[in-house]
Every structure is written in C-alpha cells, then in structure tokens.
C-alpha cells in the first residue's frame, strides 16, 4: 500500500512540476516536497520494503559485531539510512558541487566579459546559420567537457546573442538536444556512458566509433526540421552601458575565457590522474581562477571590483534550480531504494525479447525517472560481454532519450533554470523534433550494425539478476558526478 503511494506521490508530483505555470507553484518546491515525503513513506513502510533477506549479509555481520544483537526493524532502518539514504546523498553532493561550481565559473567569466570574446567573432544573425553554428559547437564541446557544464556555458552564451525570449528558448531545446547528443559517444561526455565504461561494459574508442553517426544524426535530423521551420534574422541583445564605466582590458576577457574553459577541459583530466570525483575537479579549476581574480581585480576601480567579486558572483547563482535538482534525485533515488526500478527493468526483460527495444525503452523512460539508476539496474541485471551491442546502444539510449522532456535530463534542468523554461513549452515546440532525433539515431545504429556487425557475442542467456544490495548504489555513487536526472 505504502509503494502504491509512493509512485502515486511521484506521479502526482511530477505533474504539478509540469503544471508548474498553470498552477503558479515553484518546482522547486514541489519536488523537495515530494523527495522528502516519499523517503518519509519509504522508513515508515521499511519493515515491508526491506525484509531480511534484501539486506547484504555482510552488512548484517558489520553491525552484529559493533553493537550486538537488534532487532529487524532497527537492522532494516539502519541498512536504509547508512546503506541508501546515505550513499544517494554523496551522488546528489557530488552533482550540486559540480553544478555549482560550473555555474560559479560561467558567471565569473561573464562578469569579466569573457564570452563577448566569443559573441563578437559570431557575425551572422541568419537564424539558420546561428542555429547550426551554436549546435555543433554544443556537439563537440559537450564530448570533451560534459553535457551539463556544456549546457550551462551555450545557455550563458545565448543571452549574449538571442534577444527575443521565444526565439532564445527555441535555441535552448536545441542546445539541450544537441548536448545530450554530443556527450553520448564518449565515455566522460555523460554520466550514463561514464557508468558503462567504470562498470568495464564499454570501451573508450569502441564506444566512440560506434555511437558518433547514431548521435549526430540524433542532432541533425532535429535541426534539419528546425531549418524548415525558422525565418528570418535574430536580434542582438542591447548591451549594457554599464560595461564603458568599466577598467576592464580586453586582455581581461580574453584571460578569463581562457582559463574558464581550460578550467571545465581540465576537470576530466583531473578526474583520471587522481580518481577523485569530478567535482573535485570543478573545485580546483573554481580556486585558481578565484585566485587569478583576486590578483587582477587590485589594478580595477571600485565598481568593476564589485561586479568581478567572486563573493558577488556566487549570489548569481540559481539556488532554486540547485534545490529542485536535490528534489527530483531524493524523489528518484527513493523508487531505487525500494526495488521499483530493478522490477521494472525485470519486467522489460519478460515482456520484450528483443534487447535493442529493451534500451529503446530504457532511453525513453530515462526522460521520467533518473537514467542513473535505470542503467545500474541494467548494469546489474544483463551479463552481456564487454562492447556487446546491447551496452553500446544502451549508452546511446540512455544518453539522448531524455532529451525528449526537459526535466529528463541533467542538461535539460540545467536549461530551464537559468532561462525558466517551462515544461510544457518544451513539450509543444522541443519534445516532437527531438523523439524524432532520438528514434533517427537509434535507426542508424541498428543499420549500422546490420552493415558492419561487431564481433562481441549478441546475447547471453543467462541474465543474472543481483540482490538488492548497495552494489547498484555503490556504483552510481562512484560515477554519478555529472547530472544526468
């Protein structure tokens, strides 16, 4: 009864994130309202959620030999604070210190007018050309960095060059669609893929081999229809008048967007000398242009000081947006804890035979639920062979089907937070184009196969199905450092 209530808790919810205007109720309210009440729901049902048997043996060793005997019930609230609650909230730390400190390295950069370095050598006002050029910028940058941090730095870049609102969150879903396109064939451009290839599911050229066609076609098919669609020219934003009171060099923008960029580029190689998570990355990268401000700023006037403070800098960030992001991944991570994800990926498993509309369907329902979770589950459940087709299409699905709604995600909640993009706008002028991407790409990657088949296994027949353990939880946590909601 209390998992009925659960899922109906985060259904209900979801529907009033998507009413959000209509309604006149913050998101972000709504989902810390709906994170907090279903793990609430989860401890006062955790006798029936959490029997004996679903909780690891050796945790039950761990605490027999600290503390003695205790009771079921106490065993099972203490496997689901330290052995769930716990670990969901040190992957939730590590994406909002990630979005953080991105967010924080964009607005800093901006104060310094570091991207007019960028807007200035972007000539054309042509909305097709625009398009196509913020698109494929989007695309490759979002393979060499990641699709949030991508997402956060091309919206930023569109206030710079779209003044009109419509035709500016038009570009935005473009932005979201192309940079869940670009992060998918490569093994740090999303979360989805990272997990694959830590779980040793996939492999770096592998991967990038067999999903680079099947994602840009995933963006250009979109972009195609978009052409048809857009007339006419954008209009530049006016700037600022308050920019000529400044001492600001050109140097100081050139400087800046140097080592804002060379800042996010540096946060995977960061990641891979010291395995620390990524954030960690994000929060050196943060420091030493901190530190560069702070010695730049003392040949400033007073205002410019004041608007290049990184202490100011940070009250531009969008707290709201960071607090929904906490909701939704509490909300989530609950349906993980008591199981539902797990039975609703063995229940794909029943009902479809054919694993390539399995991760067809996963990609999908990555734009509802986490695709974090979906793909540990899968990860958990399948036994294929390392770089089977199966894990190259499934990264392929799980890294573009949330492109299809706006809260599907990492790069799409990133989106509408800083531009306010409402659900079902996204719906009415991004979500159709996008389906259609997103099924062109997986069309490709089927011919591609069918005309240059890999020699890895095709199936296994025995899909070995873990425990309920915190292995699904230990391995999301390792990986779960870029948003992918």
């Known amino acids: 009864m209390l998992l009925a209530g659960i899922i109906l808790l985060f259904v209900v919810g979801y529907l009033v994130i998507a009413l959000e205007h209509p309604l006149h109720i913050d998101k972000a309210a709504t989902a810390l309202f709906i994170g907090a009440s279903c793990w609430a729901l989860y401890i006062i049902g955790i006798d029936s959620f959490l029997p004996m048997e679903r909780i690891p043996e050796a945790f039950q060793a761990e605490v027999a030999a600290a503390g003695g005997h205790v009771s079921a019930h106490e065993l099972a609230i203490h496997y689901a604070i330290e052995g769930q609650f716990l670990p969901l909230i040190g992957e939730i730390a590590y994406i909002l210190f990630f979005l953080m400190g991105a967010m924080t390295i964009v607005e800093l950069v901006d104060a310094y007018e570091g991207f007019k370095v960028i807007t200035d050598r972007i000539k054309t006002l042509n909305k097709v050309r625009l398009l196509w050029t913020v698109c494929f910028l989007t695309f490759f940058l979002s393979a060499v960095l990641d699709n949030l941090t991508t997402t956060i730095v091309m919206v930023s ?17 473009m932005i979201v669609v192309s940079a869940n396109a670009g992060g998918a064939w490569t093994v740090i451009g999303d979360v989805t893929t990272t997990m694959l290839w830590i779980g040793d599911k996939i492999s770096t050229f592998t991967v990038m081999s067999a999903l680079i066609i099947p994602s840009l076609i995933c963006m250009i098919v979109p972009l195609i229809i978009a052409s048809l669609m857009l007339k006419g020219d954008v209009e530049r934003p006016e700037r600022s008048g308050d920019h000529e009171d400044k001492t600001l060099k050109p140097w100081h923008s050139t400087l800046f967007l140097s080592l804002g960029f060379a800042g996010l580029i540096f946060v995977p ?50 707290t709201a947006s960071i607090l929904f992001f906490l909701g939704i991944l509490l909300a989530v991570g609950t349906l993980q804890s008591t199981g539902v994800l797990r039975s609703l990926a063995g229940w794909l498993t029943d009902v479809v035979p054919n694993m390539q509309v399995v991760a067809l369907v996963i990609g999908l329902l990555s734009a509802i639920v986490d695709n974090v979770p979906l793909v540990a589950a899968g990860i958990g459940m399948y036994d294929f062979p390392k770089d089977d087709t199966f894990w190259l299409f499934l990264a392929y699905c799980a890294g573009t089907g949330g492109s299809c709604l706006i809260i599907g995600s990492a790069a799409g909640v990133a989106a509408m937070g800083l531009e306010k993009i409402d659900f079902i706008w996204y719906i009415k002028r991004v979500s159709l184009w996008a389906l259609v991407g997103y099924l062109s790409g997986a069309g490709a990657y089927v011919v591609q196969e069918k005309l240059m088949p890999r020699a890895s296994a095709a199936a296994v027949e025995d899909h070995a199905e873990l425990p309920a353990s915190e292995s699904h939880v230990e391995l999301a946590a390792e990986v779960h450092t870029h948003p992918g909601v």
């Open 269 to 318: 190689i960061f990641k891979s000398v010291t395995h620390l998570p990524p954030f960690m990355g994000m929060m050196f990268s943060l420091s030493v242009i901190w530190i560069v401000s702070e010695f730049v700023k003392h040949d400033l006037d007073e205002a410019t000081r004041s608007s290049t403070n990184v202490v100011g800098v940070l009250k531009k960030i969008d």
């Open 157 to 173: 870049l569109m206030k710079k060059l779209v003044r009109e609102r419509e035709t500016r969150l038009f570009f935005c879903g």
